[in-house]
């Protein structure tokens, strides 16, 4: 008596299994597909134009399965250190050597992974219309940054305004390095962001293109002295721990994509690093 029931058991068994192949398949249950997956969030700190408009055409182009959310912030240091501290995973808002100061003052772990574009940095005056019209004594407002007060001091040296100590790291040259300053100019140190507003009242101002378009200015056609160094190019950045993860990877895709190059190259004054 009792074998029957067990082939009756074996041939229930046998059907399931079979069902469940067919299931497996989506070909005999009628039941939908399991919905797909939500996109991963890719936090993208910057602090500007052009590079919040970078971010947001990289958010176009990026592949399916990620999402890129721009988080648009007030200053540098605040950019790395919410992808520091996990806050963010990536920001686009500094050349490298600006990243390796805040590295170094800060613990920080960030590497640039993925070059976007360059860009003319230039000194500007509201009154005057050639560098050789700078007037002795005058006010130069440079940027209070290791790395950007280095590439400022050197751009004045090029120029022959001041002459740099012989031996000196140009890139890493401070007030100190000074060797000569024939016109006894005072100096003015300020962060970048508050450089604008420097440009009112100093005599010659340092700036980057992207913040001094927002005084209808810009380097070919405003700048007295200019100087354009792809050792200065902007990168997307991410945390050390992040640099070879598929997520990373998929950044570094949509920042050097087509649709990124077209807002650089609708762009005037920054060109393509790609």
Not at 54 to 74: N, Q, R, T
Not at 94 to 116: C, I, K, R, S, W
Not at 227 to 233: P, T
């Amino acid at each position: 008596m009792r074998a029957p029931r067990l082939g009756i058991l074996a041939a229930t068994l046998g059907l399931t299994v079979a069902l469940a192949g067919c299931t497996a398949s989506g070909t005999t249950t009628g039941e939908t597909d399991a919905a797909p997956a939500e996109p991963t969030i890719l936090k993208v700190a910057a602090v500007t134009a052009p590079m919040t408009d970078v971010v947001e055409a990289a958010g176009e182009a990026i592949d399916d399965g990620f999402e890129i959310e721009l988080v648009e912030v007030s200053d540098y240091v605040t950019a790395n250190t919410i992808v520091n501290d996990g806050e963010a995973y990536a920001n686009f808002s500094q050349h490298e050597p600006y990243m390796q100061e805040f590295n170094a003052g800060n613990d920080g772990t960030l590497v640039a992974v993925q070059p976007v574009y360059n860009f003319v940095i230039a000194f500007y005056s509201k009154t005057l219309a050639d560098i050789a019209d700078l007037p002795d004594g005058a006010t130069v407002a440079v940027p209070n940054d290791a790395s950007n007060l280095g590439r400022a001091l050197k751009l004045l040296d090029a120029n022959d305004v001041i002459t740099l100590e012989s031996g000196v790291d140009p890139y890493a040259a401070t007030i100190d390095d000074i060797a000569e300053n024939p016109k006894n100019l005072e100096f003015l140190e300020v962060p970048i962001s508050s450089l604008n507003a420097a440009y009112e009242e100093a005599d010659l101002v340092y700036q980057w293109p992207s913040h001094i378009s927002a005084l209808g200015l810009n380097p070919e056609d405003d700048g007295l002295i200019t100087e354009l160094d792809d050792r200065f190019a902007l990168y997307v950045a991410v945390r050390g721990e992040d640099a070879d993860t598929e997520a990373t990877a998929a950044l570094k895709a949509a920042f050097a994509s087509d649709e990124v190059r077209e807002v650089i190259e609708s762009n005037g004054t920054i060109d393509v690093a790609f």
